[in-house]
């Protein structure tokens, strides 16, 4: 199991103030920001493998003479802890549960998740903006074939499938993930509508078809999202949709322009807390442009 380690850096400097696409890049896994009595601190996680170049990363950040401590955080299975517990999810179309709870006669669309290693339950702010993406887009636009990008627990294919009868891919770089979304698919009995793959995105793309598809969901990290931004436009059928997430509100600027810039045009956004979903168009024509 990984090890993690928590730095708590005391500075006046705000998280919004921060490079988080650089210190993700360098290996921080989560950024937070909280009063421990009087004094305003700042809380990266990282791998403890990178112990050494995190130190050199926060020294960079907020200067070589910055008050920090680093502390091992306990050896527990975090997803499993706090996923073992999660309520359903219950709207009027979908709800989205485990195994401790049984099917809504209420719901349409019922997608059993268990916790796990992978990411994907539908409570994270993330997760959930790409639910009610799908959901609003099922009520006006016809889905034949979808990619997910970043599929995690296979949530988000599980649910477009279910909403549109359609086929799809789903990739994740992870092997784990796709061992846990291979399960998932199975037990949601969409695994004959889905193929699955490990693939990087940012190494692998040319692996998948152009043009080839319908709507395409990415649920990843904000910078990763920005570099294979031309690659998500030539996947997409002219009139694609295309769902981004993982976005936080203070990258939600820079992202929608530059996919502004290369021929997207915005039709909704949605925010929970911190996170931005954008649901966008590629379009050629001038058929969504104003």
């Not at 050896?75 to 999660?86: A, D, G, I, S």
């Not at 294979?228 to 203070?250: A, E, H, M, P």
């Not at 997207?264 to 058929?287: G, H, P, R």
Request: some cysteine; charged content about 25%; aromatic content about 10%.
């Amino acid at each position: 199991m990984t090890k993690y380690v928590e730095a708590i850096i005391k500075s006046d400097l705000s998280i919004d103030e921060l490079d988080d696409d650089y210190l993700f890049e360098k290996g921080i896994i989560s950024i937070s920001q909280a009063n421990i009595g009087e004094d305003q601190c700042v809380s990266f996680h990282f791998d403890k493998k990178n112990e050494t170049n995190i130190i050199k990363i926060i020294q960079s950040v907020f200067g070589k003479f910055i008050n920090f401590n680093i502390k091992n955080i306990p050896k527990k299975n975090w997803v499993l802890e706090t996923q073992k517990n999660l309520k359903p999810i219950i709207s009027k179309d979908i709800i989205i549960r485990n195994d401790n709870y049984s099917r809504s006669k209420y719901s349409n669309i019922d997608v059993c998740i268990n916790a796990s290693m992978a990411f994907g339950t539908g409570h994270h702010g993330t997760t959930h903006g790409c639910i009610e993406a799908l959901s609003d887009l099922s009520k006006n636009r016809k889905i034949n074939n979808f990619l997910d990008i970043g599929t995690g627990s296979g949530i988000l294919s599980i649910i477009s499938s279910k909403l549109w009868y359609c086929s799809g891919i789903a990739i994740d770089n992870d092997p784990v993930a796709i061992e846990i979304t291979k399960i998932n698919f199975k037990k949601n009995n969409v695994n004959q509508s889905i193929t699955y793959k490990v693939l990087d995105i940012m190494r692998d793309c040319k692996k998948l078809q152009s043009n080839g598809y319908d709507l395409i969901i990415v649920n990843i990290l904000a910078n990763v999202i920005n570099k294979v931004r031309f690659d998500l436009k030539r996947l997409l059928d002219n009139n694609g949709i295309l769902i981004l997430s993982g976005i936080t509100y203070s990258q939600k600027r820079s992202i929608l322009m530059y996919f502004l810039s290369i021929g997207f045009i915005k039709l909704k956004e949605i925010q929970y807390a911190e996170w931005i979903t954008l649901t966008l168009v590629y379009c050629k024509s001038n058929q969504y442009r104003k």
